[in-house]
């Protein structure tokens, strides 16, 4: 007796389609599970014996072989019970409708529930892709994996239920469409209660318009963590595609909320600086997202940069190009997107007053020397503005001045990103931090007389090619948010000053 039932795997964030195949044939009483299983997955044999079991069918008294095909890629996890367990039942002629328009994907307990598994959305997505009309998840799932359009999406709570659903006894009911609502905007975190910092303000409005990275480097106090936690209210919205991009990493992480599967919001995380190496790339064993993933498409802010471990801050320095990072195991090798607005924060020195207008800095020169060499120039090159923020004066704490909302600055963030989503319409570039050299000599193109001026700046301030790169990007954000078309001398120039600070820090 032979059968074979549609399932899907995971290696890392791409689905892959699985055949289930089983034989039922005489011989030794045996379950034999083959095509490179790991332990949970040869496990499962002894969940679907009692699973049946508590559905009073007995697998009978023969050889049993399933093979998971294709059987040269490694299978891991209990996301294929549900599809191996039909495969039996079909197997024994208790099924017997064609089930080829139909994939499987859930755990098998004991007494026969369906326990929820991760990565049910992108595993959907591949169905979809392969032309499978149903597919069959855990009831905990089906809201999730409803997100993904024109595949019907069919939640189970239990063996029987299925079972019963298969041999046309009762009918399951498709999982409605998932649509997410249109939420206004409301965020407890507004600019309006930071008094001053307008240049701070500006660098990080510039910064979210183009999708740039930032340092804000300042004494303790000054507000720069209060600004960063305000940066998720005056970013744009996740557009559709992107959502499903964060949406799938989180499904595979197990950290998407079963009421509102599709993640609508930018993601901001913000990790402690005791982190780990893996636990800020990702990794294990079996090689799971890390911070800079779960970030996809919104902020990884780091508070107390030079806090975090050496090798953790120079692991930074391949995403923030790429915008993927590749991690490889014995086992297998994955890659994770990571296109993040990286925003870091961190004081000038040990005592954090280096610098600083009135309060005397107490560190000797080598200890600050020795604090801020923990950043490394490569990856202080790759953070496009380095913007220092001041002490705020008495007066402004003071002021009864209304400052300005972070609806009103959204609202400009907003209108530069439709510049750039209009200007990038036939590739897959999101925002002007992401501009190759190409789309940078296209798209930031600037008169002879102020390219001369530029490069005598170049040459005074020894930049890299990718600081002069950088400065180009930034000055496009700038005449995007002014909605002018053309790049001038005074756009190039505010963006030179967000590339200087180092000198004064670093380069003495």
């Known amino acids: 007796m032979f059968a074979k039932i549609n399932s899907l795997g995971l290696n890392g964030l791409n689905a892959f389609a699985v055949d289930v195949e089983i034989d039922i044939s005489r011989g030794l009483p045996s379950f034999n599970i083959v095509g490179l299983p790991d332990t949970s997955v040869r496990e499962s044999k002894d969940r679907i014996r009692s699973a049946l079991k508590a559905c009073s069918i007995s697998i009978p008294p023969s050889a049993v072989m399933v093979n998971l095909a294709p059987?040269?890629?490694?299978?891991?996890?209990?996301?294929?019970?549900?599809?191996i367990l039909v495969a039996v039942v079909k197997a024994m002629n208790i099924i017997r409708n064609n089930l080829d328009d139909y994939a499987f994907i859930g755990e098998v307990s004991l007494n026969g529930s369906i326990?929820?598994?991760?990565?049910?959305?992108?595993?959907?997505?591949?169905?979809r892709e392969l032309g499978i009309k149903g597919v069959f998840v855990p009831e905990e799932n089906a809201y999730e994996a409803s997100v993904a359009e024109d595949v019907t999406i069919y939640g189970v709570s239990n063996v029987s239920q299925l079972i019963s659903h298969?041999?046309?006894e009762i009918f399951i009911s498709p999982q409605p469409k998932y649509i997410p609502k249109d939420t206004a905007y409301a965020e407890k975190l507004d600019f309006a209660d930071v008094k001053g910092q307008h240049t701070a303000k500006k660098a990080l409005e510039i910064a979210c318009a183009g999708g740039h990275?930032?340092?804000?480097i300042g004494s303790p106090g000054s507000g720069k963590s209060m600004l960063a936690k305000r940066i998720p209210s005056i970013l744009p919205p996740l557009t559709f595609e992107e959502s499903l991009e964060t949406t799938n990493i989180y499904s595979i992480s197990g950290l998407v909320d079963r009421k509102t599967p599709l993640i609508t919001k930018r993601p901001f995380r913000s990790p402690h600086h005791t982190i780990s190496t893996a636990g800020l790339a990702g990794g294990g064993t079996i090689p799971r997202p890390g911070e800079i993933s779960l970030a996809h498409n919104g902020v990884l802010f780091l508070d107390e940069f030079p806090?975090?471990?050496?090798?953790?801050?120079?692991?930074?320095?391949?995403?923030?190009?790429?915008?993927?990072?590749?991690i490889g195991r014995v086992s297998k090798t994955v890659t994770y997107p990571c296109s993040v607005?990286?925003?870091?924060?961190?004081?000038?020195?040990?005592?954090?007053?280096f610098g600083h207008p009135t309060h005397e800095c107490i560190c000797s020169q080598k200890q600050v020397r020795t604090y801020l060499g923990k950043i490394s120039g490569p990856v202080l090159d790759r953070i496009d503005m380095h913007i220092e923020v001041a002490p705020v004066d008495f007066s402004e704490?003071?002021?009864s001045r209304k400052e300005e909302s972070s609806a009103d600055i959204r609202k400009r963030v907003i209108s530069a990103r439709e510049i750039q989503t209009e200007r990038f319409r036939?590739?897959?570039?999101k925002c002007n931090a992401n501009m190759s050299p190409s789309e940078i000599e296209k798209y930031c193109q600037i008169p002879d007389a102020l390219n001369e001026k530029l490069r005598r700046t170049f040459e005074k301030l020894d930049l890299s090619a990718r600081a002069y790169h950088k400065i180009l990007k930034i000055s496009r954000t700038v005449a995007d948010l002014e909605g002018v078309e053309n790049i001038s001398e005074k756009h190039i120039f505010q963006a030179v000053q967000y590339r200087s600070l180092d000198r004064k820090y670093w380069f003495r």
């Open 166 to 168: 298969l041999c046309n």
């Open 115 to 127: 326990r929820p598994v991760d990565g049910v959305l992108p595993m959907v997505l591949k169905a």
């Open 397 to 399: 704490l003071s002021s």
């Open 426 to 429: 036939k590739t897959k570039i």
């Open 213 to 216: 990275n930032i340092m804000l």
């Open 307 to 326: 806090e975090f471990g050496h090798t953790a801050i120079d692991t930074l320095r391949q995403p923030m190009e790429d915008r993927t990072i590749t």
């Open 341 to 353: 607005m990286l925003v870091t924060a961190m004081n000038p020195c040990p005592c954090g007053y």
């Open 71 to 83: 059987a040269g890629t490694k299978k891991t996890g209990s996301i294929y019970d549900m599809a």
